[in-house]
């Protein structure tokens, strides 16, 4: 059985930092990308980060480009979000997801993934 679980989300100030974990367990991922998407109160399941378990390509949406970073840890089945200048706007619950089908042009949409987190809050106050 396929499980994501996120941690490292909590409460912190804006310009502050956060590193998100996602450990993947439950079946080989090595023709998998891994997503970061966030949903905020009343809000859409948002893209925020990808990264491709076999090459490390890594992409972002243009929201978090140049202060997040997706990275992965292949010995631990493990991938990460550092946050770095969180805004109050960053609030959200932050997911983990994980895709077989992922492309350039399908990326950004939560249909792209087969398996999902549970999620964890991230709060930024101003």
């Known amino acids: 059985q396929v499980q994501l679980v996120e941690s490292g989300g909590g409460l912190v100030q804006a310009g502050g930092s956060l590193r998100l974990s996602c450990a993947a367990s439950?079946?080989?991922?090595?023709?998998?990308?891994m997503g970061w998407f966030r949903q905020a109160p009343g809000k859409e399941r948002e893209f925020a980060a990808a990264?491709?378990?076999?090459?490390?390509?890594?992409y972002y949406a243009d929201s978090v480009k140049g202060r997040f970073t997706i990275s992965r840890d292949n010995a631990k089945s493990t991938v990460f979000l550092q946050m770095n200048s969180l805004k109050p706007e960053d609030t959200a619950i932050y997911y983990c997801?994980?895709?077989?089908?992922?492309?350039?042009?399908?990326?950004?949409?939560?249909?792209?993934?087969?398996?999902w987190g549970q999620g964890t809050q991230v709060t930024v106050s101003s």
């Open positions: 439950g079946r080989t991922f090595g023709n998998y990308a």
């Open positions: 997801a994980a895709s077989s089908r992922l492309t350039f042009g399908n990326m950004m949409r939560p249909t792209t993934y087969d398996y």
């Open positions: 990264i491709r378990w076999s090459t490390g390509n890594t």
